[in-house]
């Protein structure tokens, strides 16, 4: 669904239209403007490309596309990423660790230069007349992870981290019934609890109005942003809960 997280006339944070459908993974599809300039958030695949890059034209116009900022290297986030930087004069922003790999999705060699690798420390940048802090996320779930938040709106891009399936609700209300469609992404795609608890303490120091995924509900207000935070901060995941896994199997695959 699209619409407004945030609009204050010269500054607009737009939830575009979900296109993915059959067996695509649901993804939602984040916008930035400020003064007419735009950065678009891990906008997906092929099948998805044509309509975004219809509807970010009819926003503020493909000319007007400063960035396009790449979390991670998944195929959801970054395989139609060839076609975003030869229609637009956009800067593709992602964690340097992938520059090589990303490629692979066929970049073509006319535009390779403008694929930008960020260091693991992450940075600011300058959107219109605003400013966007590129921040740590590794590890949640990809190595090499970064996140978007914007202290205009107050919103923090999550990537992955706080993906949901399953809901039919566009914001979370009942923090403790969401659990259930966040759970099992998080204790199997995360690592470990340490990592969690050092993410959580460096974002305690922002002011976050909003955190939205990239897959499922959005959470909206400090009270559900907080509950959200404690959860994470006190979860058992991958390795922490996953050791009895390590070892040679005996069952045969039926396929």
Same mark, same amino acid.
């Given at each position: 669904m699209e619409g407004n997280l945030f609009d204050n006339g010269t500054h607009k944070n737009i939830l575009l239209e979900d296109f993915g459908h059959g067996e695509m993974v649901q993804a939602n599809v984040h916008l930035i403007v400020d003064n007419e300039r735009g950065m678009i958030l891990d906008p997906g695949g092929h099948k998805v490309y044509k309509h975004l890059i219809a509807e970010v034209g009819k926003i503020i116009g493909v000319g007007n596309l400063d960035y396009i900022f790449l979390s991670h290297q998944d195929p959801d986030i970054v395989a139609a990423i =060839? @076609?975003?930087? #030869? %229609? %637009?004069?956009?800067?593709?922003? %992602?964690?340097?660790?992938?520059?090589? +790999?990303?490629?692979?999705f066929g970049v073509d060699k006319f535009v390779i230069d403008r694929l930008k690798g960020v260091n693991d420390e992450g940075g600011i940048i300058k959107l219109g007349e605003s400013e966007l802090y590129i921040i740590p996320a590794h590890f949640m779930h990809s190595p090499g992870n970064l996140q978007v938040y914007d202290p205009v709106s107050k919103i923090l891009y999550s990537g992955d981290l @706080?993906?949901?399936? @399953?809901?039919?609700?566009?914001?979370?209300?009942? +923090?403790? =019934?969401?659990?259930?469609? #966040?759970? @099992? +992404?998080?204790?199997?795609?995360?690592? %470990? =609890?340490?990592v969690l608890k050092t993410w959580v303490k460096m974002v305690r120091d922002l002011d976050i109005e909003t955190i939205a995924p990239q897959h499922g509900a959005i959470f909206k207000g400090k009270e559900v942003v907080n509950k959200f935070l404690d959860w994470l901060e006190n979860l058992e995941c991958g390795i922490d809960i996953m050791e009895d896994v390590y070892k040679i199997p005996t069952n045969k695959l039926e396929l």
């Open positions: =060839n @076609g975003w930087l #030869m %229609t %637009t004069k956009a800067i593709a922003l %992602t964690p340097k660790l992938w520059l090589r +790999f990303i490629p692979h @706080g993906a949901s399936l @399953g809901q039919d609700y566009q914001f979370v209300e009942d +923090f403790d =019934n969401h659990i259930q469609y #966040m759970e @099992g +992404f998080h204790k199997r795609y995360i690592p %470990t =609890n340490k």
